[in-house]
T-cell receptor, first 113, second 112 residues
């Protein structure tokens, strides 16, 4: 089975712009979770989608949003980028529960200038 | 917010030695998981231990869980240079939080 894929792998944006990141889960997996990883804050949970519905949400501002499509692929969007949004964004998929073993993608490295 | 906290934050050992990492957490859990991350890449799941289990093995990995002390340890035996990575514990809180909370991680360096 192919693993979790994320595109793009690297992204450079400037403050105020918006960005969309994509995640394709393992075939058959219905839950997709997103995490932000920074040196200062570590790995922080953004949100989880299951069957096209946001099932859980972390403590991030409304500039961070996401969605899931009927084929379980997911996108996350960050609007009005800030310097502090520079991070490695990771998505992970599981078959069912968002707390089961997570299968992570390689991440998207976002740099905001 | 982080629930799990790994200790030590960094460990440097020689190839062949054993490496032990500890994780402490604050609230009751349903399960605890350990993950590995190679430099700047995605995390790889290593092992999951449920709250009713005390010890679990997988290859060179041995995980213990002490729910009374709210702590877990990960032992890597006969370490290899390829084990150099960051290691994270993650907990699923009870009470239906339905999300994993990761610790800040521990950097293991295995010198050849």
């Amino acid at each position: 089975k192919a693993g979790v894929t994320q595109t793009p792998r690297y992204l450079i944006k400037t403050r105020g712009q918006q960005v969309t990141l994509s995640c394709s889960p393992i075939s058959g997996h219905r839950s997709v979770s997103w995490y932000q990883q920074t040196p200062g804050q570590g790995l922080q949970f953004l949100f989880e989608y299951f069957s096209e519905t946001q099932r859980n949400k972390g403590n991030f501002p409304g500039r961070f949003s996401g969605r899931q499509f009927s084929n379980s692929r997911s996108e996350m969007n960050v609007s009005t980028l800030e310097l502090g949004d520079s991070a490695l964004y990771l998505c992970a998929s599981t078959y069912d529960r968002g707390t089961d073993t997570q299968y992570f993608g390689p991440g998207t490295r976002l740099t905001v200038l | 917010s982080q629930q799990g906290e790994e200790d030590p934050q960094a460990l440097s050992i020689q190839e062949g030695e054993n490496a032990t990492m500890n994780c402490s957490y604050k609230t009751s859990i349903n399960n605890l998981q350990w993950y590995r991350q190679n430099s700047g890449r995605g995390l790889v799941h290593l092992i999951l231990i449920r709250s009713n289990e005390r010890e679990k093995h997988s290859g060179r990995l041995r995980v213990t869980l002490d729910t009374s002390k709210k702590s877990s340890s990960l032992l890597i035996t006969a370490s290899r240079a390829a084990d150099t990575a960051s290691y994270f514990c993650a907990t699923e809180g009870q009470g239906g939080s339905e999300k994993l909370v990761f610790g800040k991680g521990m950097k293991l360096t295995v010198n050849p």
